[in-house]
């Protein structure tokens, strides 16, 4: 608050006191992205994915009350980082309506497969409705990719990823993407075993970094586990990445 209290946050909080939480992470982003360096690296996306050739075209589909999943341009970022990487295994940690998991399968080869892990449907149902009481919407998470061609590249699983067992997946996994719940204690866990799915040369992918409102413990377990100088910030998103080295060391 003190990095980013100014006149501006004064007028948002006689305008609009329900959107003065989101202000801290909006600043700071912003100045992430023209300082480049402070607690971490934060570049352009096009300075994040390797060069190509040629250009590559991506998809990313417009859905129906799709109002509370990722920003269009955050995944864009997503989509352009799948189809240069060129995937045979994405590995999602919170599925939520579905979104991403569609996002990575429509960019991604057709012989690639795309985990995704959410709590039961119970579970689901249940964390979303403590933020959002429109129950026919809370009724139909994790079904965006329904009835859609990439679909059946898109393998749902289910349970706590604080006690889902991720052995089988250790480092095979090109592209791990961690946006489960935002608890440090959560975050922490899924990084560690993020860490441990990617395989060398493979990207970890997280949400809500660099979020200071209600999701600022996402920022504080990933910079406590890798340091700041291996956490990339996408420039002006709150998505962050580490690619792991092509020689895979212990990073936790």
Known sequence: MLETFNLLFIKLLLRNRSRVSAFPGEMFRTYMSLAGKDKWMCKDILDVVPKTQEGCKIMVEHLPNSDRSLPLHELACLALITKVVNPKQVFEIGTYTGRTALNFAQNSPEDCIVWTLDSSPTEAYIRTAAVDDNVERCASA???????????????????????????????????????????????????????????????????????????????????????????????????????????????
């Not at 393998?155 to 052995?167: I, N």
């Open 142 to 252: 994790s079904m965006d990719y329904r009835g859609k061609e990439a679909e059946r590249k898109i393998r749902p699983l289910h349970g706590k990823s604080s006690v889902f067992d991720f052995s089988p997946y250790f480092g095979k996994i090109d592209i791990v993407f961690v946006n489960g719940q935002h608890h440090y204690e959560a975050v922490k866990s899924d990084t560690v075993n993020a860490l441990r799915m990617v395989r060398p040369n493979g990207y970890v992918i997280w949400h809500d970094f660099a979020n200071y409102g209600d999701c600022h413990d996402v920022t504080r377990a990933v910079i406590n586990t890798l340091s700041g100088d291996n956490v990339v910030q996408i420039s002006a998103t709150q998505l962050a990445l580490f690619i792991q080295p092509s020689e895979k060391v212990n990073s936790i």
